[in-house]
C-alpha cells in the first residue's frame, strides 16, 4: 500500500466522513481551436485506454507542475495550464484510493510525438471516444470542457466530483456542492509521514 503524505488531504465523500487518498494525480487536456489533445495510454496506470497526458504527483512539484511535466513526458509537448477546472475523487470499495485534479490549457510548443507511455493524437470536440476511456471520464469530460476557463467566460469555481467504484467499475457519482479544491495546485508536495 502506498504510504500517505503530509499533504495527503482528509476529505468528506458521500460513503466517508474520513476518506484518504492513497495517490495523487493529474490530467491535463490542451485544448486547441476545436480539438482537443488526448492520449492512448501505452504502459502504467490506464494503460491501452484513451485519457488526457497525466499521472502521480510527485515530491517537491505543485499540481500544476505535475500536470506540466506529464504532458511533457507523455507528448513532447510543453502547455501551460490556465488553472485546476475540476478535483475528482476516485473512492475505490475494493482498491486503490485516487485523488485527481484537472487542468486545461490553449497555450503549447513544442513538437508532438511518440513516447514509451503514449500514443498522443488530436481529436475533434465532438468527436471524443468515450467508449475507450473511463467509464467516469462520459459524466464529467464534458462539464470540464464546458467549464469557465474554455469558455472564455473566466475562471469560475471548480468542479468536484465523487466517483465511487468497485473493482474499477462505476457504481455511483455526485457533483458536489463544494466550491473550492481540497489543496492548493501551487503548494509543493512535501515529504511522506
Known amino acids: 500500500m502506498a504510504r500517505l503524505t503530509i499533504d495527503t488531504p482528509i476529505i468528506k465523500t458521500l460513503w466517508h466522513q474520513r476518506w484518504q487518498p ?48 506529464e504532458m511533457l513526458e507523455e507528448t513532447g509537448i510543453e502547455a501551460e495550464p490556465l488553472g485546476c477546472v475540476a478535483e475528482l475523487r476516485f473512492v475505490e470499495r475494493n482498491g486503490p484510493q485516487w485523488l485527481g485534479y484537472v487542468f486545461v490549457a490553449r497555450d503549447f510548443s513544442g513538437h508532438m510525438g511518440e513516447t514509451p507511455e503514449a500514443r498522443p493524437f488530436w481529436c475533434p470536440l465532438g468527436d471524443i471516444p468515450y467508449e475507450q476511456m473511463w467509464a467516469d471520464d462520459a459524466i464529467w469530460l464534458p462539464q470540464v470542457l464546458k467549464h469557465g476557463l474554455l469558455t472564455g467566460h473566466g475562471a469560475s469555481t471548480p468542479l468536484v466530483y465523487d466517483l465511487l467504484f468497485e473493482a474499477g467499475e462505476l457504481l455511483e457519482h455526485h457533483l458536489s456542492p463544494q466550491s473550492v479544491l481540497s489543496q492548493s495546485v501551487h503548494t509543493p508536495r512535501s515529504g511522506e509521514i
Open 22 to 69: 492513497e495517490f495523487v494525480g493529474t490530467l491535463l487536456f490542451l485544448v486547441d481551436a476545436d480539438r482537443v489533445l488526448l492520449i492512448e495510454k501505452k504502459s502504467g496506470h490506464g494503460m491501452g485506454k484513451i485519457n488526457a497526458p497525466g499521472g502521480k504527483w510527485e515530491l517537491g512539484e505543485t499540481l500544476q507542475d505535475c500536470a506540466r511535466r
